[in-house]
């Protein structure tokens, strides 16, 4: 047998499906709305073409979506970021066709390079084909369970888009974004691009789901969904690849989960008070490091983070009156705010998503979307890059200006220091690279590419790029 339906595989089965392959049969068998399809299992065997139409026929369908799963796509450490090809609306007639296309496109230039970086080769790598039932989709998008730039995981962010999701993840379009609370599904921010895709009840439905999703996994999801005749299907997730504790709150990184649970019960009145009293000077001394590690980047970055140092002594004097144990927790979350919020460098940019028109008078100085940023302020020469004729001009440590990016562009991505886009959202292709590399990037800039110069110098802050 050399196909398996979804119906038969489970995440267990990740070496001979592939990560997507098992997923979306773990999904199914979960209960989960995944359009019907199959798995083509990775063989070098001949006799598989029969048995491939066979299972095709039995989908009772038109077209299809073919898919490459490799073993190690879509796991905790890497996406493969669409670095394997993938073909949409496919006949009968080209099916065989486009699932060795997948499997040959493991030795394209772009796919070597995405395992070289990360010590992988394609003997290390196996490829099954997804063929699954083509969703026509009205809408389709991308939803992140934990929003990707903040890291706050009481937050998640979809994003959604007309038509197929592809142009989303390519970074063709910008999207459509909301931001949620997961607890409440209460809108948190909005921003629309051109005519609303979803409407708030639709949006509070598919968060449902994929919280549900979440549960299902015990981890993060980066999740991707398509809306046809009012009904959603979930036709991909996997774990989100980006790492916590990109700022200063990596110094709680060993008690996050139960960081957590103590908050999320104080909410409830509830109090853990062994749990709470070990926490407490073990955050506490967190704290104090955090000072130490702020006069450090003060030094470095002549005194940048000078205001952070005197919030930090308030929460610390603040401990100090913290006797009960409700003050404990709330002390606690102070920190763990006040953490994160270094992250983002300045309290003004907490609200990452804008609404944003086509337009910037002031070309000085261009402003877009954060989508992945570091702990400082980045310098480099623009190089303009509309094509991949353009990638010889690319030199390491140039900034990469782009309308949008795609699976293409990787070898041009790892040279740059840092990636600048027209269009696309924060779930779109450069942003997922960008936080993968820990770059910094701005999307969704509308201008940058005809604004932004050959060998000019700018400077990327958050989500502006300054011009001399």
Not at 41 to 49: A, C, F, P, Q, R
Not at 303 to 326: D, H, P, Y
Not at 416 to 427: C, Q, V, Y
């Amino acid at each position: 047998m050399f196909t398996r339906a979804f119906e038969e595989l489970s995440k267990k089965d990740v070496k001979i499906a592939g990560g997507k392959g098992a997923s979306l049969g773990e999904l199914t068998q979960a209960g989960f709305e995944v359009p019907p399809g199959f798995v083509v299992l990775d063989s070098k065997s001949k006799n598989i073409d029969k048995e491939i139409l066979q299972e095709f026929d039995r989908l009772e369908v038109e077209k299809v979506a073919v898919r490459s799963s490799a073993t190690a796509e879509d796991s905790i450490t890497n996406s493969c970021a669409g670095q394997l090809e993938s073909y949409l609306n496919v006949t009968k007639k080209d099916l065989l066709k486009s699932i060795q296309k997948c499997r040959d496109s493991l030795y394209s230039p772009r796919a070597l390079t995405y395992c070289a970086e990360r010590g992988l080769t394609n003997k290390d790598i196996l490829v099954a084909v997804v063929v699954q039932k083509m969703v026509d989709s009205e809408k389709a998008g991308v939803c992140f369970t934990v929003h990707p730039v903040t890291q706050d995981k009481k937050q998640m962010i979809i994003e959604a888009v007309d038509g197929l999701g592809e142009s989303l993840v390519q970074g063709i379009v910008t999207p459509d974004s909301y931001v949620i609370n997961k607890k409440t599904f209460g809108l948190i921010d909005i921003n629309i691009n051109g005519r609303q895709k979803l409407n708030e009840t639709q949006i509070k439905k598919l968060a449902k789901i994929c919280i549900d999703i979440e549960k299902h996994y015990k981890k993060p999801q980066d999740i991707e969904w398509a809306l046809e005749k009012g009904k959603f299907y979930i036709v991909q997730s996997r774990p989100i690849t980006t790492s916590w504790g990109r700022g200063l709150d990596y110094l709680l990184k060993d008690y996050w989960n139960d960081l957590d649970q103590i908050i999320e019960d104080n909410y409830s009145e509830k109090h853990n008070a062994k749990l709470i009293n070990f926490l407490f000077p073990k955050v506490l001394s967190k704290l104090k490091k955090s000072i130490i590690e702020m006069r450090r980047l003060c030094e470095k970055d002549g005194g940048g983070l000078g205001g952070w140092e005197k919030q930090a002594k308030n929460i610390q004097s603040f401990s100090k009156r913290a006797k009960t144990l409700n003050e404990k927790v709330i002390f606690i979350d102070m920190v763990r705010q006040f953490l994160r919020a270094t992250y983002l460098g300045d309290k003004k940019q907490e609200k990452m998503i804008r609404k944003k028109g086509g337009h910037q008078s002031d070309t000085s100085m261009i402003r877009g979307v954060v989508a992945s940023q570091v702990d400082k302020n980045v310098k480099g020469v623009v190089k303009i890059v509309l094509s991949e004729k353009d990638f010889s001009k690319v030199r390491r440590g140039d900034i990469l200006v782009a309308r949008d990016t795609n699976p293409s562009f990787l070898p041009v991505m790892i040279k740059a220091k840092a990636f600048i886009t027209d269009e696309g959202g924060i779930l779109c292709h450069a942003a997922i690279v960008a936080r993968e590399m820990k770059k910094p990037c701005v999307v969704a800039t509308k201008v940058a590419s005809r604004v932004l110069k050959d060998g000019e110098e700018v400077e990327i802050e958050r989500d502006l790029v300054r011009r001399p």
